[in-house]
């Protein structure tokens, strides 16, 4: 954790060879199961070390899908977020209003904003996305990667408009069914979350095995 503690207070990204090694490490103990990753990877390093560990596994990545989303709708939505630290419940003002304006719904206990969620710091951290992004979306669309695994960009400016695209992609590409006759969607039979879709749409590379 020493490399961590000493980037992370100045906005510096951790190497790519730690950051994928945190994640791999995790992703041996799921063997045979389905899973996502949300936003990783982020640059082409990490995207060949996770290619390289996965393939040693057996286990290639299948799919990875780059959410397309407007700039300025990035910018709203982190700009109405308000979360409880404590438990990282997240709310928006625009959408997903808490009962009572500024207290989390469940605790009562007082709401905050990230000290990042300000237009400077998107603005910084957005210009950084675009120039790892565009590689990593070069590499997933080389001969190299497609041979084991399929890229597809899902456009929208709401989650409205991107879900149906990603459910259905999911449940064609996996042949996902409900687990329960209660559970009538991939979000629910798959994710099994009602906090689902709370937080902001970034615009990021999922990628799911």
């Known amino acids: 954790m020493e490399h961590e503690s000493l980037l992370i207070p100045t906005e510096d990204l951790i190497p790519d060879d730690i950051m994928t090694k945190v994640l791999t ?25 996770l290619d390289a560990h996965l393939r040693g596994t057996s286990a290639p990545l299948t799919l990875v899908i780059n959410l397309d989303v407007p700039d300025e709708v990035i910018l709203s939505r982190i700009s109405d977020r308000w979360v ?5 419940r997240v709310y928006n003002s625009s959408y997903n209003k808490p009962r009572i304006t500024g207290v989390d719904d469940v605790t009562g206990e007082p709401l905050t904003k ?4 300000n237009p400077d710091v998107f603005s910084r951290r957005l210009k950084a996305f675009y120039t790892s992004t565009a590689p990593l979306l070069q590499y997933y669309s080389s001969t190299e990667a497609r041979a084991t ?3 597809v960009t899902l456009t929208g400016a709401t989650s409205d408009e991107i879900w149906p695209q990603l459910e259905q992609i999911i449940s064609n590409e996996f042949r996902l069914r ?8 991939v979000q629910e039979a798959f994710l099994g979350s009602r906090s ?3 937080g902001p749409l970034y615009a990021a590379v999922a990628s799911k095995l």
């Open 25 to 49: 490490s995790k992703l041996d103990t799921l063997r045979n199961k389905h899973w996502i990753l949300d936003g990783f990877p982020r640059t082409v390093g990490q995207g060949r070390l």
């Open 84 to 88: 409880h630290l404590k438990s990282g």
């Open 114 to 117: 990230r000290p990042d969620d």
């Open 149 to 151: 695994t399929k890229l």
């Open 178 to 185: 409900p687990r329960a006759a209660a559970r009538t969607s």
């Open 196 to 198: 689902y879709g709370q």
